[in-house]
């Protein structure tokens, strides 16, 4: 029989608290087994695998992360929208660095990632509503989500692995990449028509 007060809910929850101390991909079945005390045969009764554990915490992580910058962003539109935005991804990525890593994992296709699939859609419309008062439209609202998405996670990466090195605060480094991302959008998209390419004179 399943441990007393140990459901799949807790499992999930144990073996996400487990990722941000060892990270997402070191979680294995025996350390999570050790640390909600069963033995790894009997936690297969909670869970019926590694890669069902995975999606499980993947889920979670999105949810959480998706309730942490809705949180942050709700009530505000254009620029302080985004800073706010901004500021609760690099926080929750480095309070949370294997929950993170879960949360970036893209769903399946299979009918066992419908869970994680919906709450990976809800914060993807908070990044569009963050994003709609730049009033950017059809791709380019993809374009902006994916730029936003992937500037945030750059500098919370490197900063999560120590790589800023350098004699200047981190936080002001971080305002200015939000500030030119801002500015970016303000400016509105860039199509390949639209750039300037200077050839050199013809001898």
Do not use: C
């Not at 007393?4 to 941000?20: E, K, S, W, Y």
């Not at 709609?132 to 380019?140: I, K």
């Not at 790589?163 to 605060?169: T, Y």
Request: hydrophobic share 45%; net charge neutral; no cysteine.
């Amino acid at each position: 029989m399943p441990r007393a007060g140990l459901a799949p809910d807790a499992v999930i929850t144990a073996a996400a608290a487990l990722a941000d101390e060892v990270g997402f991909a070191n979680v294995t079945m025996a350390l999570l087994a050790e640390r909600v005390g069963v033995r790894t045969p009997s936690l297969y009764k909670h869970v019926e695998s590694l890669d069902a554990l995975r999606r499980g915490v993947a889920t979670q992580a999105t949810r959480e992360f998706g309730e942490a910058v809705s949180r942050a962003a709700v009530g505000r539109s254009g620029p302080d929208a985004v800073r706010a935005f901004a500021t609760t991804y690099r926080r929750w990525a480095l309070a949370h660095p294997g929950r993170y890593a879960a949360a970036i994992r893209a769903p399946g296709t299979g009918d066992e990632d419908e869970e994680h699939r919906r709450v990976n859609n809800v914060v993807m419309q908070i990044m569009y509503d963050v994003l709609a008062g730049f009033e950017l439209r059809g791709t380019h609202a993809v374009d902006a989500a994916r730029v936003l998405r992937s500037t945030l996670h750059g500098f919370a990466s490197i900063e999560a692995a120590g790589g800023f090195g350098l004699p200047r605060v981190v936080d002001r480094s971080f305002d200015f990449l939000v500030e030119t991302l801002i500015a970016g959008l303000r400016h509105g998209p860039v199509d390949g028509s639209e750039r300037q390419f200077h050839q050199p004179p013809v001898a």
